[in-house]
């Protein structure tokens, strides 16, 4: 999928960069209508891979953004 699912803008969400060591490089607490904000701001740090994106409030994994 190349796109954010609608049902992540209505949440409070986790997003975390890790690099290629799967080490956290970058982290951000948000609301999900700013979820593509915040994913290029994350890959604005070159150490970052890829990102894992959460619930913020109950941790519930909702997918993963690669690097292209």
């Given at each position: ?31 999900g ?19 894992h ?16």
């Open positions: 999928m190349d796109r954010v699912p609608e049902l992540l803008r209505a949440r409070t969400l986790s997003l975390r960069g890790f690099d290629t060591s799967g080490m956290t490089r970058e982290t951000e607490v948000i609301d209508t700013r979820v593509e904000e915040m994913i290029e701001r994350i890959f604005s740090n070159p150490e970052v891979s890829y990102i994106i959460h619930n913020a409030a109950a941790g519930c994994f909702h997918g993963r953004v690669e690097r292209v």
